[in-house]
């Protein structure tokens, strides 16, 4: 552009700061952003946004800098005081969730109404995703209700979230009482929700309902995917059923399903012995020349 006399304008420089941003790459995101200072043009809230995205890669590494990220922390929150769009707020929630910070996403949440942003499903659910995964389970049902209150109906992604959490928290009840408002209800239970309850079933040992559930999704016209088998298999890879986890993966194979390298991690992981480790090399090296699959040299 500068080489046929084209002078960059806001928009010019917001795409170069997004495009680096998308990346993860800060430092050249930050350098796109002087470099448009300097041009005497002033960021808007989109570019501001760009930037922030930038942030969102790192800062679960940050958070073992003290310094770093108390510096990201007060650019984040200066820029709050000066551009109130919902998007730059649920960046600020989503950083923060991603970081482990809940009560620092919470708090930016709490912000938004007083400045008259209505929170967005987007809202919710990013607010959601940081009290999982501090398994907040009470906090979690708090942000539905809320949700439900507000006019927003939980979604499938919701409702697979806290399903997914009460597994984890051994909380199989509540985890089937999900299930069921989801095939009864409104709510449409898709691939996703089915890997869930197969890799929560499998790993607490409960084969038997794990291979129900599996069996099922023929009759509910879902087909299994790279999950389904991979979750499938570290039921049994986890008891150390060579012979058992071989069957499923062949099982797979004719399915039509393509391994990846989770996959491959979960079957050498069932091998007790150094035969059957070069055997499953072997077989996948054969099967699945060029895939990128972490195996043994």
Not at 199 to 210: D, H, P, Q, T, V
Request: net charge negative; charged share 25%.
């Amino acid at each position: 552009m500068r080489s046929k006399k084209c002078r960059p304008d806001i928009c010019t420089y917001t795409a170069l700061v997004n495009a680096f941003a998308r990346e993860g790459l800060c430092e050249k995101a930050e350098e796109i952003f002087e470099q448009m200072q300097e041009d005497k043009l002033e960021p808007d809230v989109y570019t501001y946004n760009a930037l922030m995205e930038a942030y969102r890669f790192p800062i679960e590494l940050m958070i073992f800098n003290y310094l770093v990220l108390t510096v990201v922390q007060v650019f984040l929150t200066e820029l709050l005081k000066y551009f109130h769009s919902c998007g730059t707020y649920n960046i600020m929630v989503d950083a923060y969730g991603r970081a482990g910070l809940h009560e620092d996403a919470q708090a930016v949440f709490n912000e938004m109404k007083p400045l008259g942003i209505t929170p967005t499903m987007k809202s919710h659910m990013l607010l959601l995703c940081a009290y999982s995964k501090a398994r907040n389970v009470t906090k979690c049902e708090e942000i539905v209700n809320q949700m439900s209150e507000s006019g927003l109906e939980p979604d499938t992604f919701v409702l697979n979230s806290m399903m997914h959490l009460y597994g984890q928290l051994g909380q199989f009840e509540k985890m089937e009482e999900v299930l069921t408002a989801m095939e009864k209800g409104p709510y449409e239970a898709d691939i996703s929700t089915y890997n869930i309850l197969i890799n929560i079933y499998g790993r607490a040992g409960f084969l038997e309902r794990m291979e129900g559930i599996f069996q099922s999704l023929t009759t509910k016209n879902l087909k299994p995917d790279v999950v389904t088998w991979t979750s499938r298999l570290g039921a049994y890879s986890r008891k150390k059923l060579y012979r058992k986890c071989l069957e499923i993966f062949e099982e797979m194979i004719d399915a039509g399903c393509h391994p990846d390298g989770g996959t491959a991690n979960v079957l050498l992981s069932a091998c007790s012995s150094e035969d059957q480790i070069e055997q499953v090399t072997t077989v996948i090296r054969t099967m699945h020349k060029g895939m990128e699959i972490a195996l043994p040299a």
